[in-house]
């Protein structure tokens, strides 16, 4: 028999189109909402095939995402009706769209990558982003989905008491600045981003509260300088590129960052040994596929800040996978 992580390896091919389509069918939703049933009745409600929505459901009981009870009803884990209630702001709905969708489509390119070494002059990620409305919807959705739930811890962890505004660098539609609002009422909170991205931020539930204290400034990081506060944040942002752009990117921080203030690198961690965790393993790939960059070790993104002028470095871990790197500017 092949060892649990080796079957998983194998079959894992099939687990992300399956968790997705579920979604799309509103599977989850009615497991959540109307409470566990039998397949047959299940399909009904959803007008869907009964005898694919059954396999289906199988694998999702395989993966320990889903449980079976003696009668046949199926339900969602306790572990998991978070992460895929779209009423939680733990949802990863939009993200498991984009890996099926975009990410699924680019492993292809391991191959040649593999053999002749990923090429210099590759288009851009972000044009296809970028290529239409829908499409970047469809990315900012994925994005919150993404940051959101673990911006509130990430944001707690980092204490905003005392800081006056945050600025929050490529921060999409703003779910760490949200976050991070929603701590502090004296907090502002300013959302730096392509202009294209404008007209969305805000427009998600949780922003409606504080959204007299958050605004957007439009604008490209590699060709502006950034919006001046006394403390900037990167979400997410420097695994993205390489290290002299991070350096390049950290060093406008530091002009923008008024004295005493801070800048925030919130990203996945690496173990010091680099043999874990698996998330971060696996998004560090992603980063080869569709961007420039790599996840990095704690003491990586330390050495970057120094580089840059911050000094006083500390790392905050929160339960997750997703970390606080903090450069002070005295």
């Not at 399909?43 to 993966?63: F, G, I, W, Y």
């Not at 339900?75 to 498991?96: E, K, Q």
């Not at 393993?281 to 070790?297: D, P, Q, W, Y």
């Not at 000094?311 to 606080?324: F, L, P, Q, T, Y």
Request: with cysteine; aromatic share 8%; hydrophobic share 45%.
């Amino acid at each position: 028999m092949m060892p649990s992580a080796l079957e998983n390896s194998v079959y894992g091919l099939l687990s992300t189109p399956v968790l997705h389509t579920a979604v799309e069918h509103g599977v989850f939703a009615s497991l959540i909402e109307e409470g566990p049933d039998t397949a047959p009745r299940l399909a009904e409600r959803l007008d869907v095939d009964q005898d694919t929505l059954e396999r289906m459901l199988l694998v999702l009981t395989s993966l320990g995402v889903v449980e079976r009870a003696a009668g046949g009803e199926y339900a969602l884990t306790s572990d998991a009706v978070p992460f895929l209630d779209r009423r939680n702001s733990r949802y990863l709905g939009g993200f498991i769209k984009h890996l099926t969708l975009e990410t699924r489509g680019r492993l292809d390119r391991l191959d040649s990558y593999l053999s002749e070494g990923k090429p210099v002059t590759e288009a851009s990620p972000f044009d296809d982003v970028y290529r239409d409305a829908e499409s970047l919807r469809d990315f900012m959705r994925a994005m919150w989905d993404l940051s959101f739930g673990v911006s509130q811890e990430l944001a707690a962890l980092a204490g905003m008491a005392g800081t006056r505004r945050l600025v929050d660098v490529g921060g999409a539609t703003g779910p760490f600045a949200v976050a991070a609002l929603l701590t502090d009422p004296a907090l502002r909170a300013t959302v730096f981003d392509m202009p294209a991205v404008g007209p969305l931020v805000g427009e998600d539930a949780e922003a409606r509260p504080v959204a007299d204290r958050l605004d957007f400034v439009g604008g490209d990081f590699f060709a502006d300088e950034l919006p001046q506060g006394d403390c900037l944040a990167f979400g997410y942002i420097l695994s993205d590129w390489d290290d002299d752009t991070c350096v390049t990117l950290l060093e406008k921080a530091y002009r923008a960052c008024r004295a005493p203030g801070r800048v925030l690198i919130m990203d996945r961690l690496f173990e010091d040994d680099r043999t874990g965790p698996l998330a971060t393993a696996a998004m560090n790939l992603v980063m080869h596929i569709e961007m420039a960059g790599k996840h990095r070790t704690a003491a990586e993104f330390i050495a970057l800040l120094e580089r840059a002028g911050f000094g006083d470095c500390e790392v905050r871990r929160a339960s997750g996978e997703k970390h606080v790197v903090i450069g002070h500017k005295r």
